[in-house]
DNA sequence: GCTACTCATAACTAAACTCGAATATGATAG
DNA sequence: CTATCATATTCGAGTTTAGTTATGAGTAGC
C-alpha cells in the first residue's frame, strides 16, 4: 500500500485533493456528501479525486450500506518525509564536507 | 522567497524536475550543461525546468562569464515539511481525542 | 571584427489533467 | 417491485503542461 514520492507528490499536487486530505486529516472520518459540501467542485469530481488519493494510499474507504467513507491515512506521507528529510541531509552533508576542507586548508 | 505548499507541490511534481533538484542536492552547484548531460530531456527543457525551481524557491542561480550556477536551497522545503507535521498532528490529535473519549466512557 | 559556446526564450505540438453533465451501479425505503 | 438516495463512471470540452526545434542574447577567445 505505500507509494514512492512520485505518486505522493503528483497526487498533492492539485489543489482541490490536497483540501480533500487536509479536511479529512482534521475532521476524521467523512462521507462523500459531507465532502462535497466543503469542496468547491462537484460529487464527480470530489469521487475522482477521492479515487486518485485512494490509489496513492491517502486515504483508505469503508462501505457502509449506501454509504461509503473516508478517512486520512497519514501514515502513507512517510516516503515524502524521507524524501526531504534525505534531500536536507545531501546538502548538510555537503557543507560538512566543505567545512572540512576548510580545516583542511587551515593547516 | 519562501513559497506556500501549493508552489511546492505543483513544482516538485514533475519527475524531470524532482530529478535536476535531487541532482543538485547531492552533487552540489552544477551549470545548466551539466545538467543537462544527465536529464532525458534537450537543454532547453533543463532550463524551464530550472526557471520553475528557481521561482518556487528550491534552487538559486548564480551567474559567472558566460556559465550560470545553478544550486540547490533545501531551505525551501520548509513549508512543506510543515505542512506534512500539521497533517500528522491533526491525526494524531484526533487518536488522542478518542482515547480520552474511550477511558471517560470506561469509568 | 568574427566564431564558438552557454543559456534563455519563442512558437508550436502533443499529451495529460480537470471539470461538469449525463448516466450507471448499488442499496434502502415504501 | 419501484422509487429514491449515495456514490462511481463515462464522455466530451476546455485548459494546462512538458516536450520539441528554432532562435536570440550575452560572453570568451582568436
Redesign the pocket.
Known amino acids: 500500500m505505500t507509494t514512492g514520492p512520485d505518486a505522493l507528490f503528483?497526487t498533492l499536487?492539485?489543489?482541490?485533493?490536497r483540501a480533500l486530505f487536509e479536511q479529512l486529516c482534521r475532521e476524521g472520518e467523512l462521507?462523500?456528501?459531507?465532502l462535497?459540501e466543503g469542496a468547491?467542485?462537484?460529487?464527480?469530481?470530489?469521487?475522482?479525486?477521492?479515487?486518485?488519493l485512494r490509489r496513492a494510499g491517502l486515504v483508505l474507504?469503508r462501505?457502509?450500506?449506501?454509504?461509503?467513507?473516508?478517512r486520512a491515512n497519514p501514515e502513507a506521507l512517510g516516503p515524502l518525509r524521507d524524501w526531504t528529510d534525505e534531500m536536507t541531509s545531501f546538502w548538510e552533508r555537503r557543507i560538512d564536507a566543505l567545512e572540512d576542507l576548510m580545516k583542511r586548508m587551515d593547516r
Chains 1, 2 share one sequence.
Open positions: 503528483r499536487a492539485d489543489p482541490t485533493r462521507t462523500v456528501t459531507r462535497t468547491s467542485v462537484s460529487q464527480p469530481a470530489v469521487s475522482k479525486h477521492l479515487g486518485a474507504d462501505h457502509e450500506g449506501r454509504h461509503t467513507h473516508y
